[in-house]
């Protein structure tokens, strides 16, 4: 008789007899100080709830709405380090305990929002060691996605510890760290990342929808089987539950996977940021990392999506920590995690609790004036002086109405700098940092690093267009004949395996090949249109002959 399995659901209905409240609302939490805070909770329709907090005598009553939903606004007093309690009751009785007033931070973001001692980052486990810190709270959203914006998500308030310190976001604890210890409040951080995710899955899918170019370029994202690729599935599992939630700003840690499209970014970033705002109906901070330099990028997107984020300062109320200088261009988590939360800090101490004195920006870009066949760059955020380490001022280039752009000398005249080569007598343009692992050594004297930037708004290509190698063997000599299918393109090449760029050797006749090379080359505009490609062409002393390989053949 053969093995039947058979399968029983068991639907019931969910009793709500009971208070019940979402997850972000618990013991041990922290509560915005001296502001006027929701909380918000499930009863049976049309029960009775009184709300009492400790810190005052009044109690404040509400009733649940016919969809089981009630919903009440207190005011809080100034933060003072003692623990409180809140009482609900309704039919049954809450008690939350433990409950500080400070500050609290939404921290979001991709993997480096995510990544955590348990992963490792620099000095992490004297990092952990020394993690002890009772009036830091940590809220950690578990992992999900939906199609439609969800009432509750699954996690808990923890004091901060070693324990709890090592799971947790390293970027938020380094970043509440600083403003804990530099303000003496207690400090709430809600952690709401996943690595891998565009900004897109973390914007409503309305809002995303709303602008054709922006849905078309979401779909541009491969299906993936680890994380959710459709624009607002994170927004509806990780963000929504979290509303209204009071905070005081948000931090932000992406970029890296939105290399793809990086033309859109400030558009889908100035619509994430609206978005939220509108959702917790606050214009609250939103202070967000360039990425850093990495070499995986496909060629110049990664500059591409950096100077994207600075044209982000557009936004109001938003700063944005530059980090070239302490990232890895092997590693696209780098290690330096305290320095990130320490820069994101420096923007929330100067801009909203009043320590005019922290510097809080590296140079940002401003304008450019022409004089004399040269360019003057002018910068914010320069006021007191600008310096360059070990030499004159790196990675600029520069450009006439011609749009070839060559490699720029480059000097400091107090706060501005100075750019010109003299194959560019007429100069229309600059880049600074515009390579995907470009190091820049440009700071201003509080020593942040200046942001990635381009003077012009020239259109860059991004699709790929291959660069096809034709080869001739003749008199023990290869000769590499290089073509691309879009005839206004400029094709470039290096002989040394070293990656291509707009300042490399440009292609105009066939390549004579007398010894062992790498062959690298790609198409050209104003950036490269597409992936270049990589050839190996190995002589040996058996051109030309019947060779026998008596043992596996080896190069040298």
Same mark, same amino acid.
């Given at each position: 008789m053969p093995l039947r399995i058979f399968c029983t659901i068991f639907i019931s209905a969910i009793t709500l007899a009971n208070v019940h409240l979402p997850s972000?609302?618990? $013991?041990?939490?922290?509560?915005?100080? $001296?502001?006027?805070?929701t909380l918000w909770g499930w009863a049976e329709p049309g029960e009775a709830i009184s709300i009492?907090?400790?810190? $005052?005598?009044?109690?404040?009553r509400t009733v649940a709405d016919g969809w089981t939903r009630w919903r009440i606004v207190m005011q809080t007093p100034r933060a003072d380090g003692v623990p409180r309690t809140i009482t609900i009751t309704g039919n049954d009785t809450v008690v939350l305990g433990n409950i500080l007033l400070g500050e609290v931070w939404l921290c979001s973001g991709q993997s480096n929002m995510e990544w955590s001692a348990a992963r490792g980052f620099n000095n992490a486990e004297e990092e952990v060691s020394r993690a002890d810190f009772p009036e830091i709270r940590l809220?950690?959203?578990?992992?999900?996605a939906s199609d439609y914006p969800q009432e509750n998500c699954r996690g808990s308030w923890s004091e901060c510890s070693p324990r709890s310190m090592r799971t947790f976001s390293a970027t938020a604890y380094f970043f509440g760290r600083e403003l804990h210890t530099t303000l003496g409040v207690p400090v709430g951080l809600i952690n709401s990342s996943w690595g891998g995710t565009g900004a897109e899955v973390w914007t409503r899918y309305d809002s995303v929808a709303a602008d054709p170019e922006l849905l078309a370029k979401s779909k541009l994202y491969p299906n993936s089987t680890w994380?959710?690729?459709?624009?607002?599935?994170?927004?509806?599992?990780?963000?929504?539950?979290?509303v209204p939630f009071d905070i005081a700003g948000v931090i932000w840690y992406q970029g890296e996977e939105n290399v793809r499209v990086p033309q859109?970014?400030?558009?889908?970033?100035?619509t994430l940021v609206n978005q939220w705002r509108s959702e917790w109906r606050k214009e609250f901070p939103f202070y967000y990392v360039q990425i850093a330099p990495y070499e995986g990028y496909e060629p110049f997107r990664?500059?591409?999506i950096r100077d994207a984020q600075r044209q982000c300062m557009a936004i109001p109320n938003v700063?944005?920590?530059?980090?070239s200088d302490i990232g890895d261009i092997h590693d696209i988590h780098p290690g330096n995690k305290q320095d990130v939360g320490k820069r994101l800090a420096a923007w929330a101490l100067a801009k909203i609790y009043g320590r005019t004195k922290i510097a809080y920006s590296g140079p940002l870009y401003e304008s450019m004036k022409i004089d004399s066949g040269r360019a003057r760059i002018f910068f914010t955020h320069a006021d007191n002086g600008l310096v360059s380490r070990d030499g004159n001022p790196t990675c600029f280039e520069i450009a006439g109405k011609d749009r070839k752009f060559f490699a720029a000398e480059a000097g400091i005249e107090a706060n501005t700098v100075i750019v010109w080569n003299k194959k560019v007598p007429g100069p229309a343009a600059v880049r600074f940092a515009w390579d995907n692992t470009a190091e820049p050594n440009l700071f201003n004297k509080d020593g942040l690093p200046t942001s990635t930037f381009r003077t012009d708004d020239w259109e860059i290509i991004y699709d790929r267009v291959a660069v096809k190698p034709a080869v001739d063997f003749e008199n023990n000599n290869i000769t590499v004949v290089l073509t691309c299918p879009d005839s206004s393109l400029d094709i470039r090449y290096t002989l040394d395996g070293s990656a291509p760029s707009r300042l490399s050797e440009i292609y105009r006749d066939p390549l004579k090949i007398t010894k062992s090379v790498t062959l690298f080359a790609g198409a050209f505009h104003n950036d490269i249109s597409g992936s270049p490609v990589r050839w190996s062409y190995v002589m040996h002393k058996g051109w030309?002959?019947?060779?026998?390989?008596?043992?596996?053949y080896q190069s040298r």
């Open positions: 972000v609302i618990g $013991n041990g939490m922290v509560l915005q100080q $001296n502001s006027s805070v009492h907090a400790s810190w $005052n005598n009044d109690t404040l809220f950690s959203v578990e992992k999900a994380k959710p690729v459709r624009p607002g599935a994170l927004f509806n599992a990780m963000i929504a539950p979290l859109t970014y400030p558009k889908l970033f100035r990664g500059a591409a700063g944005m920590a530059v980090i030309g002959k019947r060779v026998i390989f008596h043992q596996p």
